[in-house]
């Protein structure tokens, strides 16, 4: 982000993410994975999973500890994966269903909230698809008795709707400001669009882990107990390649937080923070499959993970090569980076040249994991470091292809 564009945003708003880093890590940290945006006629604010937006004159309406709240709100939203777990649903009251779901837990965890938020215990513990099922129901039913007054009136009857009632979510009008008095959820992708949707989704899993681990460390009772079980229920999946990854990272190696090392990830939002020093040199070798038929949904999930085990300190150095028949590209990245690269190449598939490269160029990496749907039979000669192959593919196929890897752990990527 340009200095430029820092400069734009209102100092509220910076203020208010300070603010949570300092007294709520786990929102604090989540928050610094969303772009500020203003939006001057928006009239509240809005989350999309990439930006928050917020128009100017709507933090006028509020309190310094009301804004925090407001911010608090519109990060949940993604932490829950509302902004792609819509589907075909009534934009509308989906954002209804979503606030009812999270509004309770931000107040339990001591957030104050602008008047006029959704709130009723009801829904106390539930998903917003269950939320929404029921508000459907209800609105469904204003409807139904909305015809049959107004059949009434057409024959002569007196009955009337309610004054103010709005027969589509059931808010009160005529308040003075807009019946969600927080802002709204938006879709992570137009409609179609489920790689960007499915990407977006797996971004915030990975961020809401590490966010998770950041707040367990003084405020564990800040994490939603609906947002933990949600996560706690990822966390017990079968197969965890990052964990399997730490047997081969040194378990002596330490890291501490040092200014002279800031988090360049963090620069960009106009924060200067220290960022993880080792003690030692860390150097993981990473090999991405990019012939013709690699899998790009699955490369997205993939560098998210990688991008997790660099920021949490597992490793403090990467190099990924990219590689076909050979090797077409290499890149470098250091803890606090942010891990971005073209996925070049597109040919057929040979695995030997890239274990051959690293022997030859890199020998000090502490392990190599090589990204593929495994459908090669060139290999070439074991590497002397341990090797992680993550395959990609249905599980029929992963299970057959990996009846003839000759060496190394093969593991399937999850989803």
């Not at 309190?63 to 519109?74: D, F, I, K, M, Q």
């Not at 932490?79 to 009812?100: F, K, M, P, Q, V």
């Not at 204003?142 to 059931?170: D, I, M, N, T, V």
Request: charged share 25%; with cysteine; net charge negative.
């Amino acid at each position: 982000m340009s200095t430029d564009v820092v400069a734009k945003i209102d100092k509220r708003m910076v203020r208010a993410r300070a603010s949570l880093i300092q007294k709520h890590p786990f929102w604090g940290t989540l928050a610094m994975h969303l772009r500020l945006v203003e939006d001057p006629g928006c009239g509240t604010m809005w989350v999309d999973g990439e930006n928050l937006g917020y128009d100017p004159l709507f933090l006028d309406e509020l309190s310094e500890r009301e804004l925090e709240g407001v911010n608090a709100h519109e990060i949940a939203h993604c932490a829950y994966l509302h902004h792609t777990r819509r589907g075909t649903r009534d934009i509308e009251l989906w954002n209804d269903a979503c606030d009812y779901a999270i509004n309770r837990d931000l107040i339990k965890g001591g957030f104050i909230l602008p008047k006029g938020v959704l709130l009723d215990p009801q829904y106390d513990g539930m998903a917003a698809e269950a939320i929404y099922a029921i508000l459907d129901q209800k609105r469904q039913a204003e409807r139904q008795q909305q015809a049959q007054q107004q059949g009434q009136e057409q024959q002569g009857g007196q009955s009337q709707p309610q004054p103010g009632q709005s027969p589509a979510s059931g808010h009160k009008k005529g308040s003075g400001r807009a019946p969600n008095p927080c802002g709204e959820v938006r879709d992570a992708a137009k409609p179609g669009n489920e790689a960007s949707k499915a990407r977006s989704e797996s971004n915030w899993r990975v961020r809401v882990m590490q966010a998770m681990g950041v707040e367990r460390a003084d405020h564990a009772g800040d994490i939603p107990g609906d947002l933990l079980r949600m996560y706690e229920a990822v966390r017990k999946r079968p197969v965890d390649w990052r964990s399997i990854v730490r047997r081969f990272i040194d378990a002596r190696n330490r890291q501490d937080y040092s200014w002279t090392s800031p988090n360049k990830r963090m620069l960009g939002y106009g924060f200067v923070l220290p960022g993880l020093v080792p003690d030692g040199v860390n150097h993981l070798g990473i090999v991405v499959d990019t012939s013709c038929s690699v899998n790009k949904r699955a490369l997205g999930l993939f560098v998210n993970e990688v991008q997790a085990t660099l920021d949490d300190g597992a490793v403090s150095h990467i190099t990924i090569i990219c590689i076909d028949t050979r090797v077409q590209a290499r890149y470098d990245f250091y803890a606090g980076d942010v891990i971005k690269f073209e996925p070049k190449g597109g040919g057929g598939t040979r695995f030997s040249p890239a274990i051959a490269w690293f022997q030859k160029h890199e020998p000090d990496v502490a392990a190599l994991i090589y990204f593929t749907d495994l459908d090669c039979n060139d290999y070439g000669p074991q590497p002397d470091v341990p090797m992680i192959w993550v395959g990609y593919g249905t599980s029929k196929e992963i299970a057959e292809r990996t009846k003839k890897v000759p060496f190394g752990e093969v593991i399937p990527l999850i989803d």
